[in-house]
C-alpha cells in the first residue's frame, strides 16, 4: 500500500526544534551557561505547557471531566498554544476518536498496534488522517465554548506569541533574550512534546493493566513522573470521564492536585468521580482473569476455577452490600436522619469484605 504524503511543516518544525535543543542548548550550556531564573522559567513554563494539555485539552475538553471558569479556560487555551500541539479543538476531536476506536489501526489516529515510532510521533509526519473526521463533528459541544472557537481561529498567531514572545519578553526582563529562547523556548518545547507523546506511545506499551485487558492502555507510575500524572492510562481508558488518572492520594497526578487545588478557589467544578465501587469490581474482575489463566495448566483446573468463582461472587456481593449501606450511611447523614444502627451495619459490612478480601488474596497468592 502506498503511503500518505509527508506533512512537511510537522516535520520541519520537529526537526528545526529537536535540533536546536540537542545542538544549541549544550553549546550555550557550555560556553555561556544558564542562570538559575533561566532554568526555574524553564521548569515553569514547562509545568504551564503541559498542565494545559492533561488538565485543559485532555481532561476539560476533550473528556468533560469537570467545568472550569472562563478564566481558567483562557489560561489553558494559551498553554496549550505554547505546547504548540494544534488547537484544543481539533486535539479533542482527535482525542475523542482515539478513545472511541482506540487501537483500531483504521480509525484510532494514534493506534498503539502500528508500534512505538507511529504512536509517538509517526501519526503527524504523513497525511494519514487527511480524509477521516476534519468536519470536527465529535467536537460539536466544544464549538459552542467561545475560548476554545477563539483559540482555534487565531491559533497560528498565539503559538508564535506564546513559544517565542513569552520566552523573548521574560528573556529581556532576566537581561539574556537569547538564552532564554534557547532553553524556555525551544528546549522546553521539545522536552514537553515528547513528555506528552509518550501517553499515546509508552502508555500504551509500557507497563500493568489491573482495571480492564480490553485495550492496550497501561497504568505505570514512572511514566506519570514524564507525564504530569497521565501515566495511569489504564484506568483512563476504562473510566475516562474521573477527573483523576491516579487514584491513590500518593499516585503521582500533578494534573489532579491542581483541578482540585482550583475547585477549592471556586475556579472549577462539578469533578466527576467514578464510584469506587465500579472501581473495585473491574479491578477484581481482572483479578480473576489473571488467576484464571494462571490455573489453566493444573490437573485439577476445572476444581480450582470453580473455587475460584465461588469466593469471587462471595467478593463480589459484600462489595456490592457493603458500598450500598455505606451510601445509604451518607445520605442519612446528609439528611441529619439517626443513623447510629446504619453505621453500625456498614462496619459490620466492611468488616465483612476485608476479610473476604483477604481470603480472596490468600487464594490467588496460592496459585501465583
Ligand atoms: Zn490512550
Ligand atoms: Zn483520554
Not at 489453566?296 to 462471595?314: D, F, G, R, S, T
Request: charged share 20%; hydrophobic share 40%.
Amino acid at each position: 500500500m502506498k503511503k500518505p504524503p509527508f506533512i512537511w511543516l510537522n516535520i520541519t518544525l520537529f526537526i528545526a526544534t529537536f535540533t536546536t535543543a540537542a545542538i544549541l542548548m549544550p553549546w550555550r550550556g557550555f560556553t555561556h551557561g544558564f542562570e538559575l531564573t533561566e532554568w526555574l522559567t524553564f521548569v515553569g513554563l514547562a509545568f504551564y505547557s503541559g498542565l494545559s494539555i492533561t488538565g485543559g485539552y485532555h481532561r476539560l475538553w476533550s473528556h468533560k471531566a469537570y467545568k472550569a471558569n472562563a478564566v481558567v479556560r483562557l489560561f489553558y487555551a494559551l498553554g496549550g498554544a505554547l505546547a504548540l500541539q494544534n488547537s484544543a479543538l481539533h486535539w479533542s476531536s482527535d482525542h475523542r476518536v482515539h478513545h472511541k476506536h482506540v487501537d483500531n489501526n483504521d480509525k484510532d489516529p494514534y493506534s498503539a498496534k502500528m508500534g512505538f515510532w507511529y504512536s509517538h510521533i509517526g501519526w503527524m509526519l504523513r497525511e494519514y488522517q487527511a480524509s477521516r473526521y476534519h468536519d470536527y463533528n465529535n467536537v460539536r459541544d466544544l464549538q459552542k465554548d467561545k475560548i476554545v472557537v477563539w483559540q482555534h481561529k487565531h491559533y497560528l498567531l498565539l503559538t508564535i506569541l506564546m513559544n517565542i514572545g513569552l520566552p523573548a519578553f521574560l528573556g529581556w526582563l532576566n537581561g539574556d533574550i537569547f538564552s532564554m529562547l534557547i532553553i524556555a523556548g525551544v528546549f522546553r518545547l521539545v522536552v514537553v512534546h515528547h513528555c506528552t507523546f509518550f501517553i499515546n506511545s509508552l502508555a500504551h506499551i509500557w507497563g500493568t493493566q489491573p482495571y480492564t485487558n480490553k485495550n492496550t492502555a497501561r497504568d505505570n507510575g514512572i511514566l506519570a513522573v514524564f507525564t504530569y500524572g497521565e501515566g495511569y492510562h489504564n484506568f483512563h481508558h476504562i473510566f475516562e470521564n474521573d477527573y483523576r488518572n491516579g487514584i491513590r492520594w500518593w499516585h503521582y497526578d500533578p494534573t489532579k492536585w491542581l483541578i482540585k487545588g482550583l475547585s477549592y478557589l471556586g475556579m472549577v467544578s462539578d469533578l466527576r468521580r467514578v464510584p469506587q465501587e465500579r472501581i473495585e469490581a473491574a479491578k477484581l474482575q481482572m483479578q480473576m482473569l489473571k488467576t484464571q489463566h494462571k490455573v489453566a495448566h493444573l490437573p485439577n483446573a476445572e476444581e480450582v476455577v470453580a473455587k475460584l468463582q465461588e469466593e469471587y461472587e462471595l467478593l463480589k456481593s459484600y462489595l456490592l452490600k457493603y458500598y450500598t449501606a455505606k451510601k445509604a450511611l451518607l445520605d442519612a447523614k446528609r439528611q441529619q436522619i439517626a443513623h447510629s444502627e446504619l453505621a453500625e451495619q456498614v462496619a459490620e459490612l466492611k468488616a465483612n469484605f476485608k476479610s473476604q478480601k483477604k481470603q480472596w488474596r490468600t487464594l490467588q497468592a496460592n496459585y501465583s
